[in-house]
């Protein structure tokens, strides 16, 4: 069972709880498909919990520890629920009636347990796992039957570095791609829940070149090129600008048309003293 002193760290997991238990309470009232809008939600920054940090990030990383709710059943199914981890890194939301009564099963059970993606199916091409994996798994209790989701809720993960796909898999053993929204901010992310699995945010795996280096430098020669031209454009119109500026240099004595055309040159004057 959680824990139910609230801890600093999940106000914002609370937060989010509440938000969309409110949506989905519209949605069910006004009888009408209503998309939740997400943006502008405030989100807190927490260090993030690693099952398997990066070595980056392995000093002071704190292991995140599944979370385990029981959800009271009645007649008509199951209560609206709102449950987090411990550390709100995921946050289910299911509506009143997600499930239906299951014999003399009196409560549903959630369990939230992180997972290591590396101990699960590789993500598809071009991308990549982007902090941890979750189970989600739902069961009757006491019976321990596996339980079917009637009405859909949603999932919220929080993840290390901006996401923009939630991937889903009922066993871990190959990946789809789920309709994902971004939750107030890049590295939180939200999608709707129809089944329990696996559930994994993710990240977009940049091209790296043949030394080793990030495809950053690709961008560098061009923005080498682009200053050139930019040094170009504003230099050789100020250097034409000043030759032709400069004065014509002194050329040789014209001759009259008629001299040319006799091939004669005009006789000059010669400067003499005057005569008294």
């Known amino acids: 069972m959680n824990d139910s002193s609230p801890a600093p760290h999940r106000a914002g997991a609370i937060v989010l709880a509440v938000y969309v238990a409110v949506a989905l309470a519209t949605m069910a009232l006004s009888g009408r498909h209503v998309r939740p809008l997400f943006e502008g939600f405030p989100t807190q920054q927490i260090p993030y919990k690693w099952v398997k940090p990066p070595p980056s990030f392995a000093t002071g990383n704190q292991v995140p520890q599944p979370s385990i709710t029981d959800v009271p059943l009645d007649a ?43 101990t699960l199916a590789p993500v598809p091409s071009g991308l990549l796992a982007n902090g941890n994996a979750y189970q989600v798994q739902l069961a009757y209790q006491p019976s321990g039957a596996p339980a079917t989701i009637k009405v859909a809720g949603n999932i919220i993960l929080t993840v290390p570095s901006p996401s923009t796909t939630m991937l889903f898999s009922p066993d871990g053993k190959a990946w789809q791609k789920l309709v994902t929204q971004q939750v107030g901010g890049p590295t939180v992310i939200g999608s709707e829940f129809t089944a329990g699995g696996y559930f994994l945010g993710t990240a977009v795996k940049h091209k790296v070149s043949t030394k080793g280096t990030a495809s950053s430098v690709p961008t560098v020669v061009l923005a080498a090129i682009t200053a050139a031209l930019a040094l170009a454009i504003f230099f050789v119109p100020l250097g034409i600008r000043r030759l032709r500026s400069r004065p014509a240099a002194p050329g040789p004595a014209r001759t009259s048309r008629k001299a040319r055309a006799s091939g004669r040159r005009t006789p000059t004057k010669k400067k003499g003293k005057r005569r008294r």
């Not at 629920?81 to 997600?98: F, K, R, Y």
Request: proline share 7%; charged share 15%.
């Open 76 to 118: 008509s199914g199951s209560k609206a629920i709102g449950v987090t981890t411990e550390d709100g890194q995921l946050v289910l939301n299911l509506p009143v009636g997600a499930t239906t009564a299951n014999g003399s099963d009196t409560a549903l059970r959630v369990l939230l347990r992180p997972l290591d993606p590396a």
